[in-house]
């Protein structure tokens, strides 16, 4: 997304120039390696070359826009998961999942994208029902989450997590965007990009992902994944 202009001198002032203070152009004595030395001295230096080009990764991976929607699946199950388990305990967590369901609500649009995108993704690489397969990420993706919640107690999970909620009924599409799109971090994915993003830790094995066979449900929120997500889903 980028002339050259041309100067002439006229002719008398050229003539002038030439009989007051001899020929324009002398005579070049200089010998051709002399001439090259010269040339190669004055010339700048030339740009670092550019380092090449990674190969791309081999075998299943996103796209970067793939990419991002699994991160943005990922982002709004955890605010699920968060909004489901907290409220259980009462108290100040009290209607948790209701401001859960006011996210989805209000970034409904940017998610059905999200969803579209990796449903786009599943039916060129999986066999079977694509969407069936979104479902399936989700409930992945909300056992995974459970099963941390039971390795460090619901009480400490909640004092860490919960002001997520609260953050996420401020933020804009755009800020979403920005917070699923992170490179400064390293990210869990099910699949790496295909450009070799910045480090990104595979979440599953070959045998786990989305492709392999369904995830059993192990834990009361993944049991509610599917249709608490269902607010944004077509």
Known sequence: MTRARLLAAPL????????MSGPAFAADKTTPVKKAAAAKKAAPEK??????KAAKVSGPCYSPAEFDAEQAIRYHTRLMVIGLTCQQLGGNYEGLYVRYKKFTLAHRTQIIAWEDSLIAHYRKT???NPNRALDT??????????QHIAAVSTDIYCAQHVDLLAQAELMSDA???KTISNDAVVRV???PRCDLPPPVMAAATAGDRITGPTPAVAAAPAKDAAGAA???SH
């Open 12 to 19: 008398l002032s050229f003539a002038l120039a030439a009989a």
């Open 47 to 52: 740009a670092a070359k550019t380092p090449p």
């Open 126 to 128: 999986t066999k079977g």
């Open 137 to 146: 990420l989700r409930t992945h993706l909300a056992n995974e989450m459970s």
């Open 175 to 177: 800020d979403v965007v």
């Open 189 to 191: 994915s099910e699949l």
């Open 230 to 232: 269902s607010g944004a």
